[in-house]
């Protein structure tokens, strides 16, 4: 991992992209904070060629989107020229939008995301699934993310793995991040710990939580990772305050051990 990889999730900064001129804000301090790329999601109702415009402006490369599942599903042509117009060519399938209660319904919308992603790939784009805890949750001895990613094909779904949510399920990141090679282009790092509240399981900025971030990140390099994001959906203060701290941690720290680890 580099520093020209690490970008900002702009759902942490949500409450700062309603408009055109929020955005624009955001982005100059984003760019003044140090990240080189953004991921769209969470943002106003900004034209795509605005977005665009804005980020070219401050120097940031737009890596990924979050698009509403049910439209990745179901009209699935809509996202494509969606990411066609913010000139990426990855997005994520976000949550659920379905239930997934039962068998059944994982595989149909294993089945689903399948179809959607093969049309992505004809189009030069790549589907990702997202993660929360609820997809470790088992049916016949394997996880609900084990199935999604046996049941469709490596081209059709890749992962954007979640750190935070992953051991909020119970699991091991860096072995998610292993499990996933050649199939994980995007990753999501969220630090998990317990606050001053002594409240566990809570979103904490980069180095701030207990995960073990070298063996993260030096697993999601052997996978090829393309894209390390940040994102931090709760913050304790000024959500910009915690970016500036993960960005700082990772440049200070993290890749410099994450490059031994891989050594």
Same mark, same amino acid.
């Given at each position: ?11 942490s ?12 804000a ?24 605005e977005?665009v ?7 940031? $490369? %737009? ?7 049910? *439209? ?10 969606r ?7 990855? $997005? ?11 068998i ?22 790549v589907?990702?699934y997202h ?5 470790? #949750? ?5 996880t609900?993310?084990e ?5 469709t094909g ?8 979640? $750190?935070?949510? %992953?051991?909020?399920g119970?699991? *091991? ?5 292993? #499990? ?19 409240k566990?399981? $809570?979103m904490?900025?980069i180095?701030?939580?207990n ?11 052997r996978?090829?990772?393309e ?15 915690? %970016?500036k ?19």
């Amino acid at each position: 991992m580099n520093l020209s990889q690490v970008a900002i999730q702009l759902y942490s900064l949500r409450d700062f992209c309603k408009t055109a001129a929020d955005f624009a804000a955001t982005a100059r301090r984003v760019k003044q904070i140090g990240y080189d790329a953004v991921q769209i999601s969470g943002v106003g109702p900004i034209e795509c060629e605005e977005l665009v415009r804005i980020c070219r402006g401050e120097g940031l $490369t %737009i890596c990924a989107t979050h698009e509403s599942g049910k *439209d990745i599903v179901d009209n699935t042509s809509m996202v494509i020229d969606r990411l066609g117009k913010l000139g990426t060519i990855y $997005t994520a399938y976000p949550h659920p939008h379905v239930p997934l209660t039962t068998i059944e319904e994982v595989l149909a919308l294993a089945a689903a995301l399948d179809k959607a992603g093969r049309a992505m790939r004809k189009a030069g784009q790549v589907l990702t699934y997202h993660n929360h805890a609820l997809e470790l #949750r088992k049916f016949d001895g394997k996880t609900m993310l084990e199935i999604f990613f046996e049941q469709t094909g490596r081209n059709s779904l890749q992962g954007e793995i979640d $750190t935070y949510w %992953i051991q909020c399920g119970g699991g *091991d990141p860096a072995e998610w991040c292993r #499990r996933l090679k050649r199939r994980l282009p995007l990753l999501h790092m969220k630090d998990h710990g317990v606050n001053k509240d002594n409240k566990a399981a $809570t979103m904490m900025e980069i180095g701030n939580g207990n995960l073990n971030w070298p063996a993260i990140i030096s697993a999601a390099d052997r996978s090829g990772c393309e894209w390390y994001i940040v994102e931090q959906d709760v913050c304790p203060a000024d959500p910009f305050d915690s %970016i500036k701290e993960s960005f700082r941690y990772i440049k200070d720290h993290l890749v410099e051990k994450a490059t031994s680890a891989a050594d």
